[in-house]
């Protein structure tokens, strides 16, 4: 065993490097959330017998991707 402690051991390499790393992928990320503030579409009027299912964008879009 070494009785010398070093102020950088590997453990706080590891540990700075990672987040180092973290602070790269938020800062990186943080931008493109930022931007993404688009405008909501208006609401569509109740139907006047129930029912209310409307194949809108967002729901074609979920069928796309359940696609084999």
Known sequence: MNDK???LSRRNLFAGAATVGAVAAA????PTVVKNNLPV???LPKPERGGG???S???QQ???TTRI
């Not at 800062?27 to 943080?30: D, G, I, K, R």
């Open 27 to 30: 800062a990186s990320v943080l």
């Open 53 to 55: 299912y409307t194949l």
């Open 41 to 43: 579409a208006p609401a």
């Open 62 to 64: 979920y069928y796309k």
């Open 57 to 59: 964008e967002h729901v």
């Open 5 to 7: 402690s070093s102020p």
